[in-house]
């Protein structure tokens, strides 16, 4: 039997930044680096459907833009998968909320297009999940208001694969988000 005290993990997710938009617009993040630290088995908070989970940590993103437009922001990774990966064998459930523009708050909604910012689903959203290369925009009765000032809150929890936790050795996980404004 293995010594769960011998696990440990330096999980780290970062927080890359930037940006293409009609006027000048800059993106930031309240944090750059969502550092896990050194981690044994007992910090691993909950097993449920063979996935053990990270606890959840909090990013504010806000973009800010010098004239009113549509803006959307778009989040991904390097990985092609509908999914965030984190590591070779891991995930992160990302999701957003607490969505403003200029200040109000609002709805949020998502496009998979660039250049043209549709919501995709048919109904406002205060809270929603996010997937790789989603576009999040603000959203105030089904349309994309224009603005100077969106920001939301992430909500970013990684996700270990059982495997994970027989290791011995000291292993690094690593995930690399971007995150990209675009307006039009």
């Given amino acids: 039997m293995k010594n769960p005290s011998f696990v440990k993990y330096i999980l ?31 910090d691993i908070s909950s097993h449920r459907g063979g996935v053990y989970a990270l606890d959840e ?9 010098s004239e009113p437009q549509s803006i959307a922001i778009f989040i991904s990774d390097d990985s092609g998968l509908k ?5 070779d064998s891991g995930d992160i459930v990302i999701s957003a909320q607490q969505g403003l523009l200029d200040g109000r708050p ?25 997937f790789n290369n989603d576009g999040l925009l603000p959203v105030r ?15 970013i929890r990684p996700a270990l694969k059982p495997g ?21």
């Fill in 12 to 42: 780290l997710a970062g927080l890359l930044i930037a940006g293409t938009a009609r006027a000048e617009c800059d993106v930031s993040v309240s944090d750059n680096t969502v550092d896990y630290g050194k981690l044994s088995n007992s």
């Fill in 57 to 65: 940590r909090e990013v504010r993103v806000n973009a800010i833009c």
């Fill in 141 to 155: 009765n089904g349309e994309v208001p224009v603005g100077q000032q969106f920001s939301f809150l992430l909500h």
């Fill in 164 to 184: 994970l936790q027989s290791m011995k050795d000291e292993e690094s996980l690593l995930s690399n988000l971007i995150i990209r404004i675009e307006s039009q």
């Fill in 106 to 130: 609002v709805s949020l909604g998502k496009t998979l297009t660039h250049g043209s910012f549709t919501p995709k689903q048919e109904r406002d959203r205060r809270k929603i999940l996010v």
């Fill in 83 to 87: 999914r965030f990966r984190f590591g």
